[in-house]
Structure formats: C-alpha cells, structure tokens
C-alpha cells in the first residue's frame, strides 16, 4: 500500500484537481491522508465533494509542512509514503512506476519522479535536489536518459520507505516548511540508503502563489540550519559568502526582507 499525504492550506485551487488525478492511478492499492493547517477557504469542503472517505486531520493552526507530514505518516498504514503537494498532478502511471522501482531495491529509501511545470513537459521543474557551490538547494533541470541517483528527491511528489523512515526519523520540524527534503535525503545517505530518480514517472508541479517574504525568509534560515548539521565550518564561511554576494538579488525581489536577511546571517 501507498498512503498518499496531502498537506492542505487555503488549498482550494488546486485540490479537486491533485486529489482526482491520485484517483486516477493505475495503482490501486492506496490510502489518502489529509492534514489540513486551519484553511480558511473552502479546501475542506472540496474535498468532501471529491472523495468522503479518506482520513481529515485538521489542525488548528499552520504548523508547516515538516510537522504536517510527520503527523500524517502516524495515520499511515502503507509500506510506501508519497507526500504530495496541493499543487501537484499526477499522470496517471505515477505512483506505479516509482514502486516498481522501489521494490526491486530495498536500499532506495526515497524516489521522485520528472517534475514538470506544464502537461506540455517542456519546462523542467525538478529532476531531485542537489547543492550548489554556495550551498543552497537548487532544482536539477537536466532530464536523464536512464534512472539516477539523486543528493535528495524534492518532497513536492516523492515516495518513501516507511520502514527506513521509521529507523531514521521523518522530517526536522525544526525546518518547518523548505530544506526539510534536502535534510532527509542526506540523512538516507549517511545512513547508507539511496534517493533515486525514476525517469518514467511524471507530474506537474504548478507551484501556486507563495508569500515571496515567507519563502525567502525559511529559505535562507533553513539553509543554514542545514549547513550547522551537515557541513563544516569552512563550508558555512563559503555559503556566507556567496549569500552576500546575492543580497542584491534579494534586495531586487522583497526589500522588506533585508532585516531578516541581516538578522539571519548575523546569526550565523
């Protein structure tokens, strides 16, 4: 079994859509969990409309998505997790590929599939999640001719390994929401396990409107929680640097951010 993780927030535009291309798959043997972070839109009444069965956690406030996962994989009763973005869509082979994959190998601990940005599969989204030479996670754009082992699979649609989750540990609520894939993926691989690229499995990631604030905030404060539990300090004093050298691209996206920036990186 496959339990299907959906973390929901003021998800409405997209959820009908995710939810019934998960219906659609040609694996059947599936559950869906939704965790919900206290929508204030009509995300819940959707999904009532689509499918009335399948388990509701609703919480009472934004807990991130670190935290809203690991309480739906408590609910979970598959051998296979797949945390899948409000704003992901299947094709229809998705889930089936990935565990074909998955099951001739009992050292993948996570794999993905080609995430696209559009059903014409002609803009790459992720291919998994290497870190670049300032050390921040970036999104491989290349597409392989054959399967590929991967730093980390992005969570947006992956699948992983209950058992080893259960060894290891899920996602570092400390990450809340950004870097919290990254964080995983190293810690299969310390631990001796793979992450893989399943080159016969897509999707399409819509990536909906985001608070850029928000975004820029988690993404530069985890990168660096990241760095403190992975890397060296000689590695830290090379990402310092190259985000210094960015803070006029952070400058150009949100001005508001600079505090934050400044706070973040003075506490380094």
């Known amino acids: 079994m496959v339990s299907v993780i959906i973390v929901t927030y003021n998800s409405e535009k997209f959820i009908k859509e995710t939810l019934l291309r998960v219906l659609k798959q040609t694996y059947k043997n599936i559950e869906i969990i939704i965790v919900d972070n206290n929508s204030k839109d009509h995300t819940l009444k959707f999904i009532k409309e689509i499918k009335k069965d399948q388990k509701?956690?609703?919480?009472?406030?934004?807990?991130?998505f670190a935290r809203a996962n690991n309480q739906g994989l408590k609910k979970a009763k598959g051998k296979y997790?797949?945390?899948?973005?409000?704003?992901?869509?299947?094709?229809?082979?998705?889930?089936?590929?990935?565990?074909?994959?998955m099951e001739k190998?009992?050292?993948?601990?996570?794999?993905?599939?080609?995430?696209?940005?559009?059903?014409?599969?002609?803009?790459?989204?992720?291919?998994?999640?290497?870190l670049n030479f300032g050390y921040s996670a970036n999104d491989i754009k290349k597409v392989p001719k054959e399967n590929k082992y991967i730093m980390a699979c992005c969570a947006a649609a992956a699948v992983y390994r209950k058992e080893v989750?259960?060894?290891?540990?899920?996602?570092?609520?400390?990450?809340?929401?950004?870097?919290?894939?990254?964080?995983?993926?190293?810690?299969?691989?310390?631990?001796?396990?793979?992450?893989?690229?399943?080159?016969?499995?897509?999707?399409?990631?819509?990536?909906?409107?985001?608070?850029?604030?928000?975004?820029?905030?988690?993404?530069?404060?985890?990168?660096?929680?990241?760095?403190?539990?992975?890397?060296t300090k000689r590695e830290i004093y090379i990402a310092k640097i190259y985000d210094t050298i960015k803070f006029p691209i952070y400058l150009k996206r949100n001005r508001h951010f600079i505090p934050e920036y400044i706070k973040i990186m003075r506490g380094i």
């Open 56 to 64: 509701v956690i609703r919480n009472k406030r934004n807990v991130g």
């Open 81 to 101: 997790i797949l945390t899948l973005n409000h704003d992901v869509y299947l094709t229809p082979a998705y889930i089936q590929k990935i565990v074909e994959v």
């Open 105 to 130: 190998d009992s050292n993948i601990a996570s794999a993905q599939g080609i995430y696209y940005k559009s059903a014409h599969e002609e803009i790459v989204d992720s291919c998994g999640i290497y």
């Open 165 to 231: 989750i259960q060894k290891i540990g899920f996602f570092d609520i400390r990450f809340i929401s950004y870097y919290e894939d990254v964080d995983l993926g190293i810690r299969f691989i310390k631990n001796g396990y793979k992450n893989v690229l399943v080159k016969d499995a897509y999707c399409i990631h819509i990536r909906g409107d985001g608070n850029d604030y928000r975004n820029l905030k988690y993404s530069l404060k985890n990168k660096y929680r990241l760095l403190k539990k992975h890397k």
